[in-house]
């Protein structure tokens, strides 16, 4: 055992090798050092912890070995994903892909000074909301503005600057988690109010509200079921009622609306989202939902209502802690510029062309995909197959979008090391394992990833399968 280790190179004996050498150029010196080491105890516990004979590769075969683990190592942990799930607004893969123009107009602003607090007509200092304000204003029909982090803090910090410390009256159906991370009970009391639950989880009557108005009531909140549905006996409040309910005891009334959907979406063939504009024509007080969840821009959470509570949310000293950057406001204001007219919308924002891309189109395009991958050693099978895409983000969970996708059934290896493999290329590919095939939604796919996706799938052919070193 002991001569074993006496053949592993010293680390100084590695380092002098022409892989290293060339790292070490472009990284520091440190790094390579640390390493060398630890791929060198884990060789000895590998060593250690085993029967085998093993042996012990040449210094010019290590050296390529660390190199290459280096590598692996040193890549970025945020890359680029061609989305294959078929989840158009995937959390997890950083929701809505922004417009071009939206693209151009951060990367503008990004790398220079901008007038983020300065009123440029007069040198005086200025609100950064400014940038959005009046477009938001002019989409939805409401008197102010104000963008925040996310909806969460939205909803957050709308709730602690109307009614901090106060009761805010939710009915029992609309009390909701979206991905496990927020939960509105949470929110609420993070944000120094009382939840103060009315009503059933199916049915929740106009009585049950103004029954639980009281001297330590703040506000009425409606919050959209976003990411599931009752269906059977069912009664909700509608927000024209809510306001009538709030308004006759001098209270606001607060409708967090989730996806933000600023057209109407029935004719992309998805009902149920509200529209924002239809939420402050029956007199909402404040509206909130997300910036890229329907409307396709950048995360953050717009606050738009009545001129009165949007100023209380503007003084709030959360407002500093939630504020957004320059790159937020610069694609934020690009997106909704979008949207000033709906088939330039349609047109340019991407999650909309994903969802108006026609069946035929994406059938197409999965064949002209698998014509060129076909016959690939590592493939048993591949063919088209009709599926469904999904909006995700928290909406619409119950309405499924008709698609087409490759479907992938591997030789030699598992649909589950073929998945590991397509997420460390780059970009990074992510489909959908079904049982024992891979599919990859052509609806998520940008028609101009099609050339790099036919090329990544096709460098798996005789590509080397065995393990990284881990
Ligand atoms: C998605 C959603 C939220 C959370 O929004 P984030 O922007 O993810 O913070 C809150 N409320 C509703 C109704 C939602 O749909």
């Not at 791929?39 to 010019?60: G, M, Q, R, W, Y």
């Not at 099609?450 to 881990?470: F, H, K, R, T, Y």
């Amino acid at each position: 055992m002991a001569n074993i280790f006496r053949n592993i190179p010293s680390v100084n004996e590695l380092l002098e090798s022409p892989q290293l050498k060339k790292i070490v150029e472009s990284v520091n010196h440190q790094v390579v050092v640390d390493g060398v080491r630890t791929f060198i105890d884990d060789l000895k516990e590998t060593i250690n912890n085993t029967t085998d004979d093993i042996e012990i590769p040449s210094p010019a075969e290590m050296a390529d070995k660390i190199a290459d683990w280096l590598h692996v190592e040193q890549r970025e942990y945020l890359r680029p994903v061609i989305n294959g799930t078929g989840i158009i607004l995937h959390t997890g893969l950083g929701r809505a892909p922004l417009a071009k123009s939206a693209i151009a107009a951060t990367m503008q602003i990004a790398g220079g000074y901008a007038s983020v607090e300065v009123d440029l007509a007069n040198g005086q200092r200025g609100q950064r909301v400014k940038a959005v304000e009046k477009l938001l204003c002019e989409l939805t029909g409401a008197e102010a503005a104000v963008v925040v982090n996310n909806n969460a803090a939205a909803t957050m910090i709308a709730l602690a600057s109307v009614a901090s410390g106060k009761e805010v009256i939710v009915s029992r159906g609309q009390l909701i988690e979206i991905g496990g991370s927020y939960r509105l009970p949470d929110v609420m009391e993070c944000s120094g109010c009382k939840l103060k639950e009315v009503g059933t989880t199916n049915k929740t009557h106009a009585a049950d509200y103004s029954s639980a108005i009281g001297e330590e009531t703040g506000a009425i909140l409606k919050v959209h079921p976003s990411n599931f549905e009752v269906v059977g006996f069912t009664k909700t409040v509608s927000t024209k009622e809510l306001v009538k309910i709030a308004h006759a005891n001098d209270l606001p009334m607060i409708d967090d609306v989730g996806s933000g959907a600023l057209i109407d979406f029935a004719k992309f063939g998805l009902s149920n989202e509200p529209v924002v504009r239809d939420s402050i024509q029956a007199g909402a007080d404040i509206v909130l939902f997300s910036g890229d969840k329907l409307i396709g821009g950048p995360q953050c959470g717009i606050i738009i209502g009545k001129r009165k509570y949007i100023d209380q949310v503007l003084e709030n000293p959360l407002m500093r802690a939630m504020r957004v950057d320059k790159m937020t406001l610069a694609a934020l204001a690009a997106t909704l510029r979008l949207y000033r007219k709906q088939e330039t919308a349609e047109q340019e924002v991407p999650i909309l062309r994903m969802l108006s891309m026609p069946e035929a189109n994406l059938k197409l395009r999965a064949e002209k995909v698998i014509q060129q991958i076909q016959g690939g050693s590592w493939l048993a099978s591949c063919e088209v197959t009709q599926s469904q895409s999904m909006l995700g983000g928290g909406s619409l969970p119950t309405q499924k979008i008709p698609t087409w996708c490759v479907m992938i059934s591997p030789q030699g290896s598992s649909v589950n090391r073929i998945a590991e493999r397509l997420r460390a290329s780059n970009p990074a590919i992510i489909g959908r394992v079904q049982k024992d095939k891979l599919l990859i939604d052509m609806r998520t796919v940008f028609p101009e990833q099609d050339m790099v996706l036919v090329e990544l799938l096709q460098a798996l052919d005789g590509q080397d399968s065995a393990q990284q070193p881990s």
